[in-house]
């Protein structure tokens, strides 16, 4: 039996300056074959080759808002080439909009964590009894149920990255080259009202022996940095304390950095200090708003003042800082935003990025819209994207004030020099491409 997992581009590849291993796919791949399936992975974010789609049982696509027109165009191809071949779907756009992705061409959606899911798909015949999957039964639309999420993350076998050819993948915000992505953790306690992880499972977490042995095996590989993709990688700083540890004792000459994933309320100056000393260079503090009426209806759960008392820790031990805002919530006016901006002005991060506010499916955000009778369904919704109109602030409004953000936040000479010493020469250059391009001045 032979699996192959595609990965398209998004349509607009100038909009993403990272690009990372597919730990997803990598990790049901691998999984598979510790069961004795052969699988196979082309990622076309990094490579360019053909497949003869009739060589494989089942062909599944990683799928999101970004790769979407891509994915679909392709699976149109293999189609044709091949109409007998299987074709399943997975990832964030599954959960969001499965009616939508569930076409007559696709055999079925996988929801939630795969590993298992993907397992029984490949060897039983009874799809309605195999939890986590959308299939179509006698014309009609069904959810099977919701899959047991892994509980014991080191039962399973890590994502290999020789099935890539993982050193062309790349990110701007870098020390060391290559860089290879890993999660030491799935799911998040936390429920913000705009993510759509608070649709995933509770959290767990692998144990620092595990972790330690995956970026071991990594390190022989030549991997020489590690991009920390958790949801919530500090949640159990005990559990963050012991690898730190460890990664100290072994004495790994390894660097990391985490963009996402790590809690304002969640870090103290004795976690920063063993951060620090293990080789961590960056790390998120992102409250997501500056404005404390948007903060409580948001669920961060955590103070303005919890942001910056890390901040100035992370200052004093020489821990670059990102932070990530969120623009343009449905109750907030110009006022609202311009708090948020002078917060961030005030928190002073290294690194800034705005983003404005988008409902996702099934998000206690959008939810709350459905309340008010938000027609969202009218507003350009497709495939889990929602550029919605503002009922207080118009498109061209929310531009400037965007553009503002990022201008008075960032296009400081201070900053400027500052980027220009943390980051190699061609990383800052193909940083300041990507403002002008997409306008994130």
Known sequence: MRVLFVLEQPKKQYLYLTKLQPLGVLYIASYLDSKGIETEVIDYNVENKSFDPKKYDLIGYSINTANIENTLSSIDRVKKKSPNTKIVLGGPLVKLVPKKLLKNNIYALVQGEAEETFYQLLTKNNLEKIPGLWIKKNNKIMFTGKS???????SLPFPDLTKIPFKKYNIVLKKKKPVASIVTSRGCPYNCIFCDHSLGFKFRARSPE????????NLNLGVKEFWIADDNFTMDMKRVEDICDLIIQKNLDISFSMANGVRADRLDLRILKKLKKAGCWMLSISPETGNNDSLKKIN?????????IARKICKKLEITVMSNFILGFPWEDEKSIIQTINFAKKLDADI???????????TPLWNSLKKIN??????GLNFGGLKYEHPRISEKKFKYLLKKAYWETMMKPRKIIHLSKILNFKDFIDLG???LVTGNL
């Open 148 to 154: 047991r999420p892994v509980q014991n993350l080191d």
């Open 210 to 217: 595990n972790v330690i042995s995956e970026i071991q095996k």
């Open 300 to 308: 961060k759960g955590f103070s303005l003042n919890d942001a910056l």
């Open 352 to 362: 800034n990025h705005f983003c404005r506010a988008i409902p996702f499916p099934g």
């Open 374 to 379: 938000y027609s969202l369904e009218d507003k």
């Open 433 to 435: 491409k990507y403002a």
